[in-house]
């Protein structure tokens, strides 16, 4: 019986120093950080077109910085067909780049930026790569693209940002 007493009294006694130590803590506050990327890349308006060989196509690409610090990183744009293709598909291809809305100029990228990646795609490169855009700055390339007669398929654009 005694043995039981003392083994009561010592967990009242481990029971009341763990109360204690439980008054010094506070409660649990936390804090939810939802981050996204600070590019935003996308084709303005129509991302759809049917045309025939000779015809011009125009469609804007733009590349937004939406955080307030510079961001460095590749601009990637390319051209595919699953029918195969190359920089000849193109009769005329040029950009005229805009950085906030102000034009910095047109570029012939048949003659000085088009490259081929594979059977199926070429690589078209507007400016110096890598590049970096200052906070906030929008950046518009305006691609004019006038394909061959003989340029028969589906044409995909794409454009990506790596940083």
Do not use: R
Request: one cysteine or more; a negative charge.
């Amino acid at each position: 019986m005694k043995k039981k007493a003392i083994l009561v009294v010592a967990l009242l006694a481990i029971g009341m120093a763990s109360a204690l130590l439980v008054s010094y803590l506070s409660n649990k506050s936390t804090a939810t950080v939802e981050v996204t990327s600070p590019i935003l890349n996308e084709i303005e308006g129509d991302d759809s077109f049917n045309i025939v060989g000779g015809e011009v196509v125009s469609f804007n690409a733009t590349t937004t910085n939406m955080a307030n610090i510079p961001i460095t990183g590749t601009l990637t744009n390319q051209f595919a067909n699953t029918l195969g293709m190359n920089c000849s598909d193109f009769s005329a291809l040029s950009v005229e780049n805009f950085i906030n809305n102000t034009s910095t100029g047109v570029t012939d990228v048949l003659v000085s930026g088009c490259s081929i990646v594979d059977n199926n795609t070429v690589s078209i490169v507007v400016g110096t790569q890598p590049k970096t855009w200052a906070g906030n700055e929008i950046e518009k390339n305006v691609f004019n693209v006038t394909f061959q007669l003989n340029a028969i398929g589906t044409y995909t654009f794409t454009s990506q940002v790596m940083i």
